[in-house]
């Protein structure tokens, strides 16, 4: 049907096109360009033999295709062609079944508006739907909307197009496809390939720049999930792509892949060093982390320094130093990447957290946005010496004074504290020399002096004293008191009143026996 100039609208509807052999021409049916409008509804078109096309349109007006069936035609390289020749096109190809043909699926070629929704594209020998444009026009005002499609084990892309201006590929099931699950060339504007089911492709998500990008461009995706493609899951060629919060996983050869071109993910899951660079260009996997670190007691560590190194090879990552308060705000850190041929394998990180003399190390794992805690651990107690009294000092007054020093080189000291026996502890605050005036009963006591530091370490000296303000008690039995006497040697007699007594008359130490003792030969003068 050739309609070369301005036509009436033309409707083809209810119609069963079946066992058609279209011979040797290259077309099955053909409407020929012009200005026309077209609907072709609720038809019936299976079991052709053409040797290009099945069904093609070309116009600069309107084109509908909607509510058709599409299935077992053979010898084809595309069942349903439609050329929109003018930015005034408009073509909507909605609620079609394309299942089992030969050849392409649905082919929307315009430079105006393409709007394919809701087919059933299944089982096609080459791509399931093709959307593009005339790349070479001076300004592309294409827009295409790709949207609720079922695209299932077609043998090529399961949707394939340019994006040189407005682009939506959304809500579709593209499943099993031997080729791109979603594939986009001439990428120039940023297309939406929102809430997509991407699965079982051989690769998932294929974008291309064609050198029509530079790489300064970034483009942007977010919340994209690709599952168990069967060769690589996201593929970028002449692009800089930044995926955020995405999920690309289960890809038999590599989760993703770059050709002259970068990729890196934030918030984004992929398996761990699942990629390939092709010629040059990087994939980076990027996490958000902070850092806080603490004494054992759990007291943060105040300007403490952190080193990462990669617990794989011991390169170092980064080093950095904590805040007042113990803390390191968050930042990006790479769980792993690929630069052109090095593989940076960094996750997990040796971290090592140190503070004076103070070191320790925590292997941890970076494969989400997280906080990582590191322990500093002071294996160190600090040092106390009490220089008085000394120990065993035996003392014949109550009020002791305890003096000393306190030190420690490790997390630094908290407090020092000190009590006599079991007693309460009196704290004598952060200081390093103390001297306290102590009111100790009459006994043996022990005292100790403990500090304390900022990790919890306990550090304690002691010694024992006797204190005894009490004189001792004894009797003199012989002589009495007031004794006259005319004899030049006197005895003195006595017995004792307490235990652990010695006893010297007139300089003279005495032997003590059950208590008592006798100096019988003493020469007072007269």
Known sequence: ISNSGTAPDLMFRNNDIRYNTVGETTIGLVIGAGDYNATFTENNVSHNDADNYMLTFVSRGQIKVMDNAFWDNVNSSGVMVIIGSSNTSTIEVTDNVVRDNDGMGIVVTSMGLMTIERN?????????????TELSATVIEAEIYVDENEVYRNGGNGIWTVSMNTVEVTNNEVVGNR???????AMKE????????????DVGVFLAGDNLAPLTTTYTFSDLVITDSTHEGFYAEDLTIVLRSCTISGSTDADLAVRRARIDCYSTDVGYASGHVYMAGHIKVWWRVDIDVQWQSGTTVPYAHVLLASDYDNRTYRELDTDYDGHINTFNIEEWSMVD?????????RCTASKNTESSIQVETVDRDRNILLVLRDAHVPDVVITEPEEDALLNYAIVRVAGTADDTGSGLRTVRIRVGAGDWTDMGKVTTFSKLINIDDGTHTVTVQAEDVAGMLGNATVTITVDTEPPRLMVTSPEEGLLTNSSEISVEGTLMEPGLTVEVEGVLQTILDSKFTEPGLYPPE
């Open 120 to 132: 059933q594209v299944w089982d096609n020998t080459d791509h399931g739907i093709v959307a593009t």
């Open 179 to 185: 080729q791109a699950g979603i594939r986009i060339n």
């Open 190 to 201: 940023l297309p939406d390939l929102t809430d997509n089911t991407i699965d079982g492709n």
């Open 341 to 349: 041929e090095q593989v940076n394998r960094w996750s997990p990180f």
